[in-house]
Nanobody
């Protein structure tokens, strides 16, 4: 079972930046996807970005050009650099791991991910 621990959340003003980290442990396999999701109050969890261990990335349209997902494989850590933040980015952010083969249609489905972190809050004020 993979253990995931997020950090780096906080409160910023609109236009600011934050970098989230997700430290992973317990891996015993060579191919996986790591996803970032967010859930705002009263809304469903939505996919933000995902990265494969080979470096392939995918983003939600709402964050393209502002967010960047990256990974440090030796450190088993995935990052989400968030720039030009807006109030609508306010949410609890979660990282998740998937062993499935994900596609352009499935990468953003929470059901495709088998391990989740506890989440880190991001609050953006106007």
């Amino acid at each position: 079972q993979v253990q995931l621990v997020e950090s780096g959340g906080g409160s910023v003003q609109a236009g600011g930046s934050l970098r989230l980290s997700c430290a992973a442990s317990g891996y015993g396999y060579s191919s996986y996807w790591m996803g970032w999701f967010r859930q705002a109050s009263g809304k469903e969890r939505e996919g933000v970005a995902t990265i494969h261990d080979n470096g392939l990335t995918t983003y939600a349209d709402s964050v393209k050009g502002r967010f960047t997902v990256s990974q440090d494989n030796p450190e088993n850590t995935v990052y989400l650099q968030m720039n030009n933040l807006a109030p609508e980015d306010t949410a609890m952010y979660y990282c998740a791991a998937s062993l499935f083969v994900l596609s352009a249609d499935s990468w953003s489905s929470p059901e495709e991910y088998t391990s989740w972190g506890q989440g880190t809050q991001v609050t953006v004020s106007s």
